[in-house]
T-cell receptor, first 113, second 113 residues
């Protein structure tokens, strides 16, 4: 069974730039959720994708957007980066049915200068 | 008031100690309660998953939920240096992989040999 993978591991951007983060879900999972974890904080829900459609969104501005592809992998895009966007971005994959666990990837560490 | 409150610690204990980690919450709709462990530079991994009130035991770990007090706990018996990590509580109104998880800030635990 292949786990959740994310790329890149870390990256550095400057204010105003745009970034794309990628996530490959675990085999057999059809749902991907994205979370932002600032330093010293717990993860905060950004949004979720199910069958290529957004299926719920947290309290994040529209410059945070995403995609899910037919193979259930996903992208998180952030436009007009701000300093406060510096965080660990986690993706979690899961099945929608039953009491199923969300399996987290190792995260992408984004630093905005 | 935040939906989920967790004392961030840090907590330092000697090997073999009993560790108690706690979270309180304000949203009475929460029915599913989880504890995740997060090692440095890794994504969170699920330790315990409980529904509604009661206790659940898994090896050295015991999770307790008291919905009347809106209080959950994780106990670690015979703590080991390998237990050194950040422990995150998380909760949701419903089970299933499509649920948005609401996390506490995490408690950083160090178990000293």
């Amino acid at each position: 069974e292949t786990g959740v993978t994310q790329s890149p591991t870390h990256l550095i951007k400057t204010r105003g730039q745009q970034v794309t983060l990628r996530c490959s879900s675990q085999s057999g999972h059809n749902t991907v959720s994205w979370y932002q974890q600032a330093l010293g904080q717990g993860p905060q829900f950004i949004f979720q994708y199910y069958r290529e459609e957004e299926n719920g969104r947290g309290n994040f501005p529209p410059r945070f957007s995403g995609l899910q592809f037919p193979n259930y992998s996903s992208e998180l895009n952030v436009n007009a980066l701000e300093l406060d966007d510096s965080a660990l971005y986690l993706c979690a994959s899961s099945q929608t049915s039953g009491h199923n666990e969300q399996f987290f990837g190792p995260g992408t560490r984004l630093t905005v200068l | 008031q935040k939906e989920v409150e967790q004392d961030p610690g840090p907590l330092s204990v000697p090997e073999g100690a009993i560790v108690s980690l706690n979270c309180t919450y304000s949203n009475s709709a929460f029915q599913y309660f989880m504890w995740y462990r997060q090692y440095s530079r890794k994504g969170p991994e699920l330790l315990m998953y409980t529904y509604s009130s009661g206790n659940k035991e898994d090896g050295r770990f015991t999770a307790q939920v008291d919905k009347s007090s809106k209080y959950i706990s994780l106990f670690i018996r015979d703590s080991q240096p390998s237990d050194s990590a950040t422990y995150l509580c998380a909760m949701s109104p419903r089970g299933g992989g499509s649920e948005k998880l609401v996390f506490g800030k995490g408690t950083k635990l160090t178990v000293n040999p």
